[in-house]
């Protein structure tokens, strides 16, 4: 691999290439996260990793050395150009273009089912106590790793020789490949739907609430969205392109782009269920932000309101003539049951009930009955 990123002679110039490059690093970047987190999790938890786990790194390591494939089909091989424009500018890099495509085939049927094996190892180590759901995960694990096997191999020797898939001028035979690539594809594509769909029913005959089992649920359904990307970019099926096949270099770059995002979706989707220890740390400032935030509101409405009360209180300067302001209370308020007044003809306070009158109450012309709430301010 090192040779060939030697002879790079290509850039990343059009939509093609660019989305080959840049979108393996964004992809690949939530996979590393959700990967660390799970481990951390397992640490919060003081729980030893286990298979589940550790074939999840080595699936995210696989997933890297993928990505590094698809950057030496793109600035060694020329993926996502016109043939006619690879030709001119090196007329070899075709045949290693052509190398690049079967390491890359190869590598991605070995890293995907590690995925899976991932996923039905997590299966087993939560459902173990159902015998029937244990069993048939276990039928999954063998159906999936004799499927890398063999993908492996008539990948490798889909051409004999070897040689032949990258020289068409050797003598010898290839497999059809559409045929072969139909076959691939669609039992991939079972594979995945098997998968996701196999812990259902098992999960909503758990005695949890309801909203527990629609969590579940919703969070092994995340398959779905790498179930529906393997089954799009079927080239064989499906032509989204409109590229001729014979246009080689350029014919396989959205295969090679939907590859790039199905297998760190697949890394995202066998860790997210195991991510419920570490939520808290990643919710934690933010949690905290709100909490002062509304700390700080309650602080704020408590100063107004004692502006408020405390403007009800003032008094002017004593004189002769006696003023009274009446102040409405806005009807938020509870009402004032006793308000202290004072008045020139006692000089002390004397207490009236404001928000009704009464009887009992001594009779003073400085006395006010008022059958609304209102506060009195001398001025």
Request: glycine share 6%; with cysteine.
């Amino acid at each position: 691999m090192s040779e060939i990123l030697k002879r790079a002679t290509f850039e990343a110039t059009n939509s093609h290439q660019l989305s080959i490059v840049v979108v393996p690093i964004i992809t690949g970047a939530l996979a590393t996260a959700c990967v660390a987190l799970r481990f951390r999790a397992r640490y919060i938890q003081r729980l030893r990793c286990l298979f589940d786990d550790w074939l999840a790194l080595v699936a995210l390591i696989l997933t890297w050395i993928f990505q590094g494939v698809n950057l030496a089909a793109v600035f060694a091989g020329g993926a996502g150009l016109p043939i006619e424009t690879v030709i001119a500018i090196d007329p070899t890099a075709v045949t290693t273009y052509l190398k690049i495509i079967l390491a890359n085939f190869s590598l991605w049927v070995v890293t995907v089912s590690v995925v899976q094996l991932s996923i039905l190892f997590f299966y087993i180590r939560i459902f173990s106590v159902n015998k029937v759901f244990a069993w048939l995960s276990y039928v999954m694990v063998v159906l999936v790793t004799t499927f890398a096997i063999a993908g492996l191999f008539s990948e490798i020797f889909s051409c004999v020789p070897v040689s032949k898939s990258w020289d068409p001028t050797v003598n010898g035979t290839c497999v059809d490949g559409k045929s072969y690539c139909s076959a691939i594809g669609i039992i991939h594509v079972v594979f995945d739907l098997a998968i996701v769909t196999i812990p259902l029913p098992f999960i909503w005959r758990l005695k949890i609430a309801k909203g527990k089992k629609v969590v579940l649920s919703v969070l092994l359904c995340l398959g779905l969205v790498a179930t529906i990307i393997s089954l799009l970019k079927i080239v064989c099926l499906f032509d989204l392109t409109g590229i001729p096949q014979a246009d080689v270099t350029d014919y396989l770059w959205l295969t090679i782009l939907f590859q790039t995002v199905e297998l760190p979706i697949g890394i995202i989707c066998c860790c997210v269920p195991s991510l419920k220890p570490v939520m808290g740390e990643i919710t934690a400032p933010f949690n905290s932000l709100a909490s002062r935030l509304l700390s700080y509101s309650r602080r704020t409405d408590g100063q107004a309101s004692s502006n408020v009360y405390a403007s009800w209180s003032q008094s002017g300067d004593a004189g002769t003539d006696s003023k009274s302001q009446f102040v409405r209370l806005d009807s938020s308020f509870a009402h004032v049951g006793r308000e202290g007044v004072q008045h020139d003809a006692s000089a002390q306070a004397e207490e009236y009930e404001l928000s009704r009158p009464s009887d009992n109450k001594p009779k003073d012309s400085n006395a006010i009955n008022v059958s609304q709430t209102y506060a009195i301010t001398r001025l």
